[in-house]
C-alpha cells in the first residue's frame, strides 16, 4: 500500500528483479513473505500466479494467492520443487499362487469359448451386408437412377401469363374505392 502512494506522488520506488530458474524475470519490493511479487514483461507487469517457482540463485518463492509471495525457502532434500520432482513409477510384483492361476486361465478359456461363436456370427453378418451393399451399389441402382431423372429444358420463348384488366362501370358516382381501383389499373 506503502508503494502504491509512492507511485501515486511519482515517488520512485526500487523493486528487485530476479529471474526463474526457466530464465523470466520477476520482481518484488524484496524477496520475502508476505511481499509482492510480478512478471515483467516488456509492457506492464502482471502479478504472479498461484504456484511454486524457483528462482537462479536456488531459492523457492511458493505463491499461494495471486502476486503474493506465501513463503521463499532454500530448496532442499526435505521440501523438493513441484517442478524438479521426478515421480518414478513403483511396479509391484507378486507371486500368484499356482491353485489361483489355474482357476484365472479356466475362466479365460470359458469366455473365449463362449464369446468365439459370436464373434463368428458377427463376422459373417457382415460379409453378407458387404455383399448386399455391393450389389445395390453396382449398375442396377444406376440404372433406376438414369431413368428416373430428366433433363430440365430451359424454354425462353415461354410467355408470361399477361393480367387481366378489369374494366367498371362507366358513368356512375365514383367511391373511394373506385378511384383506388382506377389509379391502381392504370
Known sequence: MLNQIRTLLNIEVKL??????????????TFEKGSEIFIVTDDEKVAMPVGEYILEDGRLVIVEAEGMIADVREVS?????KETEDL???????????????EVEA??????????PVIEEVKSEIEELKKQFS???GGKKKEDMSAARKPIKHNP?????QKKQ???AKGQFNTTLDRVLNKLNK
Open 166 to 168: 378489369m374494366q367498371f
Open 77 to 81: 532434500d526435505e521440501v523438493p520443487a
Open 107 to 116: 475362466i479365460i478359456e470359458a469366455v473365449v469359448e463362449v464369446i468365439a
Open 135 to 137: 450389389e445395390m451399389k
Open 157 to 161: 420463348e415461354a410467355k408470361a401469363p
Open 16 to 29: 528487485e528483479e530476479m529471474k526463474l530458474e526457466n530464465g523470466t524475470v520477476v520482481s518484488a519490493d
Open 88 to 102: 518414478e513409477e513403483e511396479t509391484v510384483e507378486t507371486e500368484v499362487p499356482a491353485k489361483v492361476a489355474t
